[in-house]
């Protein structure tokens, strides 16, 4: 038999003919396929924001942007944040996780034993912040007082003015749905823990506003400066509890950021006024003039 010899035509249309591979794919696995989300989980906001979404639910990086415009705004901060990346992180967890936006702040003790009208209005101006998170993330913010037993030991307190004085602060956050804590429960679990004080030591501008600030309320053993320089030793391990106990938080204080040392080292600060904008005097060291 002879074989005839293909035309060049031929082999042209060869080689531009699609290949055709038919492979069945089992029914259950098709439908597998159909549903299959695959997510990038090493940053939540990016997960989350790969995932298809309701109609009407917005995107979780511009939800995030919403929550942090709600209140990063010169109606509460007294300065810029210590870090808008950190910031966000918390922000973006909270969200991820369909979570309230986690809070903690220092609440102290100045000369009163009762809860007066700063105290009330500062608190009604905290609502206010968590308001305006809840405007537009239905799961708000949560505000966890921390109230600080351990600075007013050392300012010279007795024990039951100090217990009176936090337990009456806890009726008045409670009936904003706030949470509240003391902050030596925190250094005694973090102690168990393992968890060792920050070695910073303090530059001298720092340990001069601490000292003037001990010459006003200090009034424990020794002079306003060993109170200050106590202080300062104190916060280097109440820093690494709070971290410790709430590391996913962002950290208000109503001091500035020349304080920024003993704030903890990892978590977002948020630098806000006390009482309204304007105002960043401490509601426990003011005059109740109600009284």
């Known amino acids: 038999m002879f ?3 293909p035309s060049s035509t031929d082999a042209v249309a060869r080689v531009r003919a699609p290949m055709r591979t038919i492979v069945e794919i089992p029914q259950t696995t098709a439908i597998a396929q159909r549903n299959l989300k695959i997510v990038d989980r090493s940053h939540p906001a990016r997960a989350r924001s790969r995932v298809e979404r309701p ?24 300065e810029q944040p210590d870090n808008l990346a950190t910031l966000r992180e918390a922000i973006s967890r909270a969200v991820y996780q369909k979570e309230p936006v986690p809070f903690v702040l220092y609440w102290g003790k100045g000369p009163r034993s009762h ?31 921390i109230c600080t037993d351990t600075h007013a030991n050392l300012n010279g307190h007795l024990p039951q003015a100090i217990d009176d004085y936090f337990s009456a602060i806890r009726l008045q956050a409670q009936a904003r749905g706030f949470t509240d804590c003391r902050l030596g429960e925190l250094v005694r679990a973090a102690k168990e823990a393992g968890v060792e004080p920050s070695g910073i030591d303090p530059d001298p501008y720092t340990l001069q506003k601490l000292s003037d600030c001990a010459a006003k309320w200090y009034r424990g053993d020794g002079n306003a400066n060993e109170g200050a320089i106590e202080y300062y030793r104190m916060n280097m391990i109440e820093k690494r509890a709070v971290e410790f106990a709430f590391p996913h938080a962002i950290f208000i204080t109503f001091n500035g950021s020349e304080f920024r040392s003993l704030f903890p080292d990892n978590m977002p600060i948020f630098y806000m006024y006390s009482l309204k904008r304007g105002v960043a005097v401490k509601p426990w060291f003011m005059p109740d003039e109600a009284q």
Do not use: M
């Open 115 to 145: 809860a007066g009208a700063p105290e009330a209005t500062c608190l009604d101006y905290l609502d206010s912040f968590a308001a305006r998170i809840r405007k537009v993330y239905d799961k708000g913010a949560a505000l966890r007082l």
């Open 55 to 78: 109609d009407g639910e917005p995107r979780e990086d511009l939800l995030v942007e919403k929550i942090l415009q709600a209140f990063n705004t010169w109606s509460f901060k007294r």
């Open 3 to 5: 074989h005839t010899k």
